[in-house]
């Protein structure tokens, strides 16, 4: 474990959900079409509506992987050309810390992280699972943050921050929602990339129709995290010939060519050029588990674009990405490089610990830190991620 000479706050920590995580707090009445256990072949599996979700192999997790078993993997190293499945090694019995808070505070300690920001692990493919049923959904997305306040708490002791998990698909519900998690004291709040799918099409977010929700993310001063998961993109792979499904760990190569970076790309991209931060000055955005390669990609097309157009945009696009976004760029990365192009007061660190293509230990991630000095080690190890859990009060007009 690395010594830094401060404590960090992760950016991307992980739970790994209680087998009654969706169905605690379920209303009965759609319990049925929402998530549950069932039993096939002898083994615990999971449904969602009518359909057997496999976003995760295991959703037991027990027994699970080890925290940074695929490290090498992430970084592009596997010589022996191992399958994902067989790169995992061995597994072992679920620890207390993955399920528990305060053996959670206990590790934390121990691994000199001050504090997290905690998201998801299966629940971040349930939107795409559900979306074509929106009571279903937003019922069991009620009953997961119910659940998780109970477990973790969206604000326990200033030092774990569990992300409530939302949903655009209906406004009404969606202000409900936020509304029920900023008075139990969210500070961070996770949202899938991609569009806002209905039935009769689809929709950015950034549409003004969904400003009464974005003015109430705004008003309350805190965060929003877009961290990757089941963002729908599979659907777009069909006409090449690939499945829809997503399944974690399954490999196909050409979606993972075609698909890599084009989620959040795409929804930053939305977020900006359809003018949200220009009605909400006061957002905050940041990047979750998305990684950073698809930054400068996007800054290099807002340059091109704001300068056919500069009259379409209130400023340089640029430039307003560089204010209202913070990337949690992968370890792997080129960090240095991201620097800059976003400048080191935007960028955060995330570990993913305990999931296996994380990093073993959280603070090692100072070991991919080169070039960096002291001060700016601080900024992205605690104090860019720290001033983002703080909410930032509006100023008065």
């Known amino acids: 474990m690395a010594e830094l000479g401060f404590q960090a706050f992760d950016a991307d920590n992980h739970y790994y959900e209680a087998p009654d995580a969706f169905t605690r707090h379920m209303d009965p009445k759609v319990a049925k079409r929402g998530v549950r256990w069932i039993t096939v072949d002898g083994k615990e599996r999971l449904m969602a509506g009518n359909r057997l979700w496999r976003f995760i192999p295991n959703p037991t997790f027990d027994p699970v992987s080890k925290p940074g078993a695929l490290d090498d993997y992430f970084r592009g190293r596997n010589p022996k050309g191992q399958d994902v499945r067989e790169a995992f090694g061995d597994l072992e019995s679920i620890r207390p810390e993955y399920r528990d808070r305060d053996a959670r505070l206990k590790v934390m300690d121990q691994q000199g992280l001050e ?33 998780l306040d109970e477990d973790w708490g969206f604000n326990h002791q200033d030092r774990i921050y569990a992300a ?13 929602e936020l509304a029920f998690v900023l008075g139990r004291g969210a500070r961070i709040l996770c949202l899938r990339a991609g569009p806002i799918l209905h039935a009769t099409g689809g929709r950015s977010p950034a549409d003004p129709v969904y ?74 955005v940041a990047t979750i588990e998305s990684g950073s390669t698809w930054v ?33 760029p992968f370890f792997e990365d080129d960090i240095k490089g991201l620097a800059e192009h976003i400048g080191v007061d935007h960028i955060l660190m995330g570990s993913d610990w305990p999931h296996a293509e994380g990093l073993p230990d959280p603070t090692d991630y100072i070991h ?8 700016d080690v601080r900024l992205i190890m605690h104090d ?13 007009v």
């Not at 559900?130 to 019922?139: C, F, K, P, T, V």
């Not at 974005?214 to 690939?242: F, I, K, L, Q, T």
């Not at 340059?303 to 976004?325: C, L, N």
Request: net charge negative; aromatic share 12%.
């Open 115 to 147: 504090a997290c920001f905690m998201f998801p692990t299966l629940g971040v493919g349930a939107e795409e699972a559900l979306r074509e049923d929106n009571e279903a959904l937003y019922a069991t997305f009620h009953a997961f943050n119910c659940w």
């Open 164 to 176: 409530p998990m939302l949903s655009l698909l209906d406004e009404d519900k969606a202000i409900e």
């Open 211 to 284: 400003d009464r929700f974005w003015s109430m993310v705004e008003d309350a001063g805190v965060a929003v995290g877009y961290h990757s998961g089941d963002s729908g993109y599979d659907r777009y792979a069909v006409d090449w010939g690939s499945s829809a499904e997503m399944e974690a760990f399954r490999a196909d190569p050409f979606k993972r060519i075609l698909l890599n970076n084009r989620p959040i790309f795409d929804t930053m991209a939305a977020l900006v050029a359809h003018g949200l931060f220009a009605r909400h000055p006061n957002l905050r």
């Open 296 to 328: 400068p990609d996007l800054l290099k097309t807002f340059k091109k674009v704001y300068g056919q157009i500069p009259h379409m945009f209130a400023e340089d696009p640029a430039e307003t990405f560089r204010r209202h976004v913070w990337v949690s």
């Open 368 to 375: 991919d830190l080169k070039g960096f000095d002291e001060a």
């Open 384 to 396: 860019n991620a720290r001033a983002l859990a703080t909410p930032r009060v509006p100023a008065a």
